[in-house]
Structures are given as structure tokens and as C-alpha cells.
């Protein structure tokens, strides 16, 4: 294996020769690696193979890639280090795609960064606030179309027509028996689609979305703990910027976890919310318009309301998607983020 890797490697443009590959985290997604050249200690690039069952156009996916940090590096002071720098393959491409049909792709190793793996006080969901504010300042004025590499991907009405069908299919039996949890669902359907709404009439602008706003995904000066930039930026795409600030509401601001089994630990902690949208609004304040800034709290909302019908979907599918860990696992989770969005619904 470590020898393919550094064929793999060898098919980059690389400045020097790899001299050592080796993993970097736990690779859910994507299979990441540090590529040392030249003898040297420190990692020059990071190597991905992408996985094209989850993203199916993984050509698409790094073009939006390119555009839009070359779009960032012209407007701030440090390209390098505030932004992804693609590696181009050696025919010119943005990837490579190896024998097996896998797709690869090779960034410049940003040195001197650090990143957190959660945000677990006021003052780190403020800096993560700031990393989501600066990235959506940055790309503001990017106003061409970015490719949809996922489907249907934080759009309600989309996902309605897909638990319509579960619903209907009822493929693991458990219908009957989920009449509570089902009329959450149903009881919100037209709430969240009034709101989508005003996206889909232009009320709510399309902007430029990362689409997975965990703090892990924004790196920081680590000399002084200053933001860099965003980075894992595989699920761009052209939506609302309030399905991101919703996602890292979602995320950061739960005091359980995300399937917590003991319900009395959950709920949304508002002084983490408030210190997050401090730090989002220090930087995107006068770039959001008044229905975006009248829907920033209600996008907690909407997006902990999704992840409520995705987990009780999967459990209806019989548990196709999400990883399980026992049989009652997705029910779990979906009554643990109901119980977030409730709270959430409660702090409006």
C-alpha cells in the first residue's frame, strides 16, 4: 500500500520527491495523508483519496475547489496560509485518477496551523463564529454557480419527497409504532417549508455554502491563535448561508451529545449560541441582509429539525445509511436532537 501511495504522490506536481506518507485522522469520508519531500521532517502536501460514492462528481467538486480559492487568494494578504492551495496533477488536472477508479487530490500542508477538534467554551464557539464569518465575508461577491455535489442537500422539500416514500415503503415495519415520533415531523411540515421558501423565491439569497461548519474544519495561527481559514471545503456549493450557520448551531451549541440516551442533558446552551453568532456577526454583519439576519436563530432550527427527520427516515429505512452502533441506535438519535430542537424552538 505505501508503495502505491507514493505512485500516487509521484502523479503530482510536487517540488521534490515524497519521501514520507503518512495518515492523517480517521478518515470517515475521505482516506487523508501527510506527504513529506525530500528527506524532510515537517508535511510539504496533504494527499486525499476522495470517495466518489459520496461524492459522485469528484471532477466537479474540486473545479468548485479552485474557483473559489482562487477567488479568496486575491483578497487577502497571506494566499497560502488564509486559503486551500490546489496541487495540480502532472497532465494539469485538479485530481488523479488511478487504475481502480479512485480519485485523488493534493493540497499544499498549511504550517504553523493548528485546529480544534470541538468547541467546548463560549470563547472557542465565538473563534468559531469568526472562522464561518471571515469564509462567507470572503466569498461574498463570488456570484458564479458552484456545482451540487451532493443531492438535494439541506433542501426540505427535497427530503419531504424522500420520507414520503419511506413512510410509504415502511421497509423495516416500524411505522405502526412510531406515531409520537412521526407526528413531530408532520406537525412541522409546513413551518419549514414556508422558510425554505423564501429561499427558493430569492427572499433569502443564494450564496457560496461550506456545508459542514464543525470547528475542525477551520484552522488557526498557532503562534497566536489568530483565524487562518476554512478548509475540508469538499461540500461547497450554491445555497443559503444560513444552512451553515444552522449546522454549527446544531453542533456547537448542544450540551449532550448528538445521541445522547439520557435526554435530561440535552438542550441548546444560549450562551453558546449567543458567543457564536457574536463572533460570526464581528465579521458578516454588514454583508447579510435583513431576512437573513431575521432567520439566523430559526436556521438552528431548521437544520436540527432535518437531522431530526434524516435519523427517524434511516431507522424507518431499517438503517441504511447512518452507521449504527445497536439496533435502536437512529431512534436514539432522533429523540435526542428533538430534544435539542425543542429547546431551540423554546429560545426563539
Sequence with gaps: MVKDLFAIAGQF?????????RPLGEGFINDTYLVCVDGRSEPDYILQRKNHIVFPDVPAMMDNIQRVTTHIKTKVADPLRQTLTVIRANDGELYHKDEDGNFWA???????????????????????????GEFHRLVSDFKEPLAEVIKGFHNIRFRFEQWDAAIKRDAAGRVASLKEEISWIESRRQQMLDFWHKFETGEIPTRVTHNDTKISNFLFNEADGSLLCAIDLDTMMS????????????????????????????????????????????????????SEKANLRFSGVYITYE?????LMDYIDGDTYYKIKYPEHNLVRTRAQYKLLTSMEAAL
Design 13 to 21: 506536481a510536487l517540488e521534490g520527491k515524497a519521501s514520507d506518507i
Design 106 to 132: 493534493v493540497c499544499l500542508y498549511i504550517k504553523g496551523s493548528r485546529s480544534y477538534d470541538r468547541a467546548d467554551t463560549p470563547e472557542l464557539a465565538y473563534q468559531g463564529g469568526v472562522g464561518l
Design 239 to 290: 445555497s443559503t448561508l444560513l444552512n451553515d450557520v444552522g449546522d454549527a448551531l446544531r453542533s456547537y451549541t448542544n450540551t449532550g451529545a448528538e445521541d445522547d440516551p439520557d435526554l435530561s442533558k440535552v438542550s441548546m446552551s444560549k450562551e453558546m449560541c449567543d458567543a457564536y453568532l457574536e463572533g460570526y456577526l464581528s465579521k458578516m454583519e454588514p454583508y447579510l441582509t435583513e
Design 307 to 311: 437531522q431530526v427527520l434524516r435519523f
